[in-house]
C-alpha cells in the first residue's frame, strides 16, 4: 500500500516507521521548506513493545522520503493523518480538493461531532483510528518513544467499509493488533476528557511529564478527570459503554494514584509515555483544557478543579 503520512510529528514518524518496515510504501508530506530542516533520516530510539511485554529498544537512523507537495492526481492509497484536535479544521480543508482516491485515517484526538471534524472531506472516504504509540523529539532531534502492541480503531455505529478494513489490514501487517470501538464518537470524547483532566494537572505544576511518581498531583488529575464525567453525559456519551475507559477515574484514588505514581516512575512505556511531555510552551495541551471548559460552561456543568486551572491555559 502508498501511505502518506501527514506531517511528521512523533505519532506520524512511528507508525510511518513500522509501516514502513511492514513493506508498505511511505512518505510524509511536510511544509514547504521543512523537508531541508528535518534532513533525510530521522534518529530512532524506541521501546518497541509489539513482540515482547517489556519492549524491544530500537536504535537506528531511518532513511526517510518527504515531499513538500500534494497534486489531486497522486496515486496514494491511505493518508494517515495525525495532527492536534486544533489544527484538524486547516488540515482537512488543504486535503479536501487533494485526496484523490485515497482514504483519509483521521488518527488522533476529537472533541466536535465527528462529521464536522472532516470538514469538506467525504464521509465515505475516511477511516477512524487512534494511536498507542508516544514519545517526543529531544534537544540533539532524536525521537525518543514508544510503541505499544496494539492500536484502536473504531466506527460511527455502522459495520465498517471496504476502505477502513483495508487500512486496518495496513496496520495488522506491521504487527498491531486491532482494538475496536464501535462507539468511536463516544470513544474518542471520553479520551479527551480523561486527557483534559490530567493535561490541566500538568499546566499547573509546568508540564505533564512532572506528574510521574506524584502521588498528590496525579490524585488531582484524576479528580479533575472524575469531574468531567457529568460534561460527558450531557454530550449524550452513554458511559456504561465505556466502563474501561473510565474505570480509572471511577475508582478510589487512594487506589489509583500510588499505583499509576509507580507506573509512571518505574515501568518503560508508562514511563516513557509521560517522560515526553515535557514541554511547557506546548499548544496542544492549553488548546485540549481550553475547549473542554468552554464546552462545560456552555452547558451548565461545574468542573471546580478544571476551572482553577485555568489561569495555567487561558489566551
Excluded at 488518527?107 to 469538506?120: D, H, S
Aim: with cysteine; aromatic share 8%; charged share 25%.
Amino acid at each position: 500500500m502508498k501511505i502518506l503520512m501527514f506531517g511528521r510529528g512523533v505519532i506520524a514518524t512511528v507508525y510511518g516507521w513500522a509501516l514502513q518496515r511492514a513493506g508498505h510504501d511511505v512518505e510524509f508530506y511536510v511544509r514547504p521548506g521543512r523537508a531541508a530542516t528535518y534532513g533525510d533520516t530521522v534518529e530512532l530510539d524506541l521501546s518497541d513493545l509489539r513482540r515482547r511485554v517489556w519492549g524491544q529498544r530500537v536504535t537506528e537512523k531511518w532513511p526517510v522520503r518527504y515531499r513538500e507537495a500534494l497534486e489531486p492526481g497522486h496515486d496514494f492509497d491511505l493518508i494517515v493523518l495525525s495532527v492536534p484536535h486544533h489544527r484538524l479544521e486547516e488540515a482537512t480543508a488543504f486535503l479536501a480538493p487533494r485526496l484523490g482516491q485515497a482514504t483519509v485515517l483521521v488518527f488522533g484526538n476529537i472533541w466536535t461531532e465527528p462529521p464536522a471534524a472532516i470538514g469538506a472531506l467525504p464521509a465515505d472516504r475516511i477511516a477512524w483510528g487512534f494511536p498507542q504509540a508516544g514519545g517526543g523529539f529531544d534537544a540533539g532531534g532524536v525521537l525518543r518513544g514508544m510503541l505499544m502492541r496494539s492500536v484502536v480503531f473504531g466506527t460511527l455505529g455502522e459495520p465498517p467499509t471496504d476502505r477502513e478494513l483495508a487500512a486496518r489490514q495496513a496496520f495488522r501487517e506491521a504487527g498491531l493488533r486491532i482494538k475496536e470501538r464501535p462507539d468511536f464518537r463516544g470513544w474518542l470524547w471520553v479520551h479527551f476528557a480523561s486527557d483534559a483532566g490530567l493535561l490541566s494537572q500538568g499546566l499547573r505544576v509546568g508540564s505533564l511529564s512532572k506528574l510521574a511518581g506524584s502521588r498528590r498531583d496525579l490524585r488531582e488529575g484524576l479528580l479533575a478527570a472524575r469531574e468531567l464525567l457529568p460534561l460527558l453525559e450531557a454530550r449524550g456519551v452513554d458511559l456504561r459503554r465505556h466502563r474501561g475507559g473510565v474505570l480509572l477515574f471511577r475508582a478510589p484514588t487512594w487506589l489509583t494514584a500510588p499505583v499509576l505514581a509507580w507506573l509512571t516512575a518505574h515501568v518503560e512505556p508508562a514511563r516513557v509515555s509521560m517522560a515526553a511531555h515535557s514541554d511547557p510552551e506546548a499548544e496542544e495541551p492549553r488548546e485540549v483544557c481550553r475547549d473542554t471548559l468552554t464546552e462545560a460552561r456552555r452547558l451548565g456543568i461545574p468542573v471546580p478543579r478544571l476551572e482553577a486551572a485555568e489561569p495555567n491555559f487561558a489566551r
